[in-house]
């Protein structure tokens, strides 16, 4: 007969025999943990890496951008270079043109008085005999011609003075126009490399710029909304104020100076020559809201200041538009572009590539460029450095 109190210990083991996991359960459980530790630490080191690699990115781009600074500004010092030459070129020519005139001026008064010498030298009696006039006025004449012997030499010397400085002219502009075609030759090999440069950048950016995108199309529904350029400033400068105060954290900026310190600074942004300054009346009975800059056919343009891109397209009126938002509430516009290099919501630096003129149908292309704060148009000439070539003119 089986004792209940020996039942009631065997049932109590039973009992926690079946709370305790087994063995086995007990080493599965612990593998698992283990698996989700060796994931969790897979996923740590990736995410090390993924930093790693993001960090070496920004500071390639970094780099490169330095690289497109430092190679635009070479550009941009050939163009200057170039310039000058073809001026000087066409100084020579114009000097060649009334050196020419001048000779032949010479030579029309000389001829007659030259062969009347050499013909009475040879045959002074048969002179006398033939000449028109009387025997009186035919002795006069003769004292004349070789009182203006010294003169005549003198101004032969003239002559041959001023067809030597035309042969020196003639030898300068063969001399410049070597120059330039050595200068037109390093600027192409600049710019193929400047266009290696963007390339590879333009990869990076794609790498590197998650928010480009979003930042794109809001830009976009901004300029599908503006009726005109003053409308789309307005807009930009509302956009501003709006992200303004939605930041909760201060982002570092890609300048530390501000705009204001800076002023009469910044680079200008392509070589060429002024041809219409901020302030003229226009055709249209307005006035002029920036500058006009005329430049080189393909003519390197660059970002006059620090900032961020926040519209690059083409814009009513003004074909290729690019617009940087700089801090203190300032705008640099620059429309005439046939290309623009940079993106919107990408950060530029001074000097940075923007883009390239184009080649119009009849004459050079213009470069219009405006300098705005808080949606306002401002004179941007004050906020330029002084240059040296034909961009002051």
């Known amino acids: 007969m089986i004792n209940l109190k020996d039942m009631g210990v065997w049932v109590l083991l039973w009992a926690v025999a079946m709370a305790t996991p087994s063995m086995a359960a007990t080493k599965k459980t612990d ?6 530790e060796r ?15 993001s960090i070496g990115l920004a500071n390639d781009l970094q780099q490169l951008k330095a690289q497109t600074v430092s190679t635009a500004r070479a550009i941009q010092q ?32 000389f001829s007659s008085v030259l062969m009347a010498l050499q013909r009475m030298a040879r045959h002074p009696p048969e002179a006398m005999i033939v000449a028109p006039i009387s025997p009186s006025d035919t002795v006069r ?14 101004n032969a010397t003239t002559l ?12 300068q502009a063969m001399a410049k126009r070597q120059l330039l075609a050595s200068v037109r030759t390093d600027l192409d090999v600049e710019r193929q490399r400047l266009d290696r440069l963007l390339a590879t950048k333009k990869k990076l950016k794609r790498k590197t710029d998650s928010k480009a995108k979003k930042v794109e199309k809001r830009m976009r529904n901004l300029v599908k909304k503006a009726k005109s350029l003053r409308d789309l400033m307005s807009r930009l400068e509302v956009d501003r104020k709006k992200r303004q105060k939605e930041k909760t954290v201060k982002v570092k900026k890609p300048s530390t100076k501000k705009i204001t310190r800076v002023r009469g600074k910044h680079p200008y942004p392509a070589v060429g020559r002024l041809v219409g300054r901020y302030g003229q009346a226009l055709d249209t009975g307005l006035t002029r809201k920036g500058i006009s800059i005329e430049t080189g056919t393909g003519a390197q343009v660059v970002v006059p200041r620090d900032g961020t891109v926040v519209f690059a397209g083409v814009f009513k009126g003004y074909g290729q538009l690019l617009i940087i938002e700089h801090d203190g509430g300032y705008h640099s516009l620059l429309a005439g572009l046939a290309r623009i290099d940079s993106t919107i919501g990408q950060q530029v630096l001074s000097g940075e590539p923007a883009g390239i003129m184009g080649q119009p149908g009849n004459g050079l292309p213009v470069l219009y460029v405006e300098l705005r704060r808080k949606g306002q148009p401002i004179n941007p000439l004050p906020w330029l450095a002084a240059r040296k070539n034909k961009v002051n003119g």
Not at 39 to 53: S, W
Not at 141 to 154: D, Q, S
């Open 31 to 36: 593998s698992q943990l283990k698996d989700v």
């Open 160 to 171: 041959r003075h001023d067809i030597s400085e035309l042969v020196d002219v003639r030898n």
């Open 78 to 109: 050939h163009e200057t270079d170039v310039l000058d030459l073809e001026d000087t070129l066409q100084l020579l020519r114009q000097t060649e043109k009334e050196k020419l005139q001048l000779l032949g001026e010479k030579r029309e008064q």
């Open 141 to 154: 004449g003769a004292i004349l011609l070789r009182a203006a012997v010294p003169a005549i030499e003198e």
């Open 39 to 53: 994931a969790i630490d897979r996923g740590k080191k990736q995410q090390g890496d993924l930093q790693k690699k």
